[in-house]
């Protein structure tokens, strides 16, 4: 079992910057891919920002150039830094963990709102 603890959401208005953090229960090393999600109302979920055990990321056309995913193997955590935020952006932003095992786990969302 694997617990995921996002934090670091809240409401910004548009332009301004936010920094997601998502701790996760056990090393890094044991995870394949590591993953940021979101959801808006009315809309399906989305991948916003993904990172393997390699160091390779990729991201949605729409938050390229804007966000940014990383990871701290030391502090079992992953970040997401979101800059130039856009009313569009406004989610609950959900971390995903991909284990070697193909094993699927999420974390609990945490809102994410841009005021224009």
């Known amino acids: 079992q694997v617990q995921l603890v996002e934090s670091g959401g809240g409401l910004v208005q548009a332009g301004g910057s936010l920094r997601l953090s998502c701790v996760v229960s056990?090393?890094?090393?044991?995870?394949?891919?590591m993953g940021w999600y979101r959801q808006a109302p009315g809309k399906q979920r989305e991948l916003v920002a993904g990172?393997?055990?390699?160091?390779?990321?990729n991201y949605a056309d729409s938050v390229k150039g804007r966000f940014t995913i990383s990871r701290d193997n030391a502090k079992n955590t992953v970040y997401l830094q979101m800059n130039s935020l856009k009313p569009e952006d406004t989610a609950v932003y959900y971390c995903?963990?991909?284990?070697?095992?193909?094993?699927?786990?999420w974390g609990q969302g945490i809102q994410v709102t841009v005021s224009s």
């Open positions: 995903n963990a991909i284990l070697v095992s193909f094993s699927n786990y």
């Open positions: 056990r090393t890094l090393f044991s995870i394949n891919t």
């Open positions: 990172i393997t055990s390699g160091g390779s990321t």
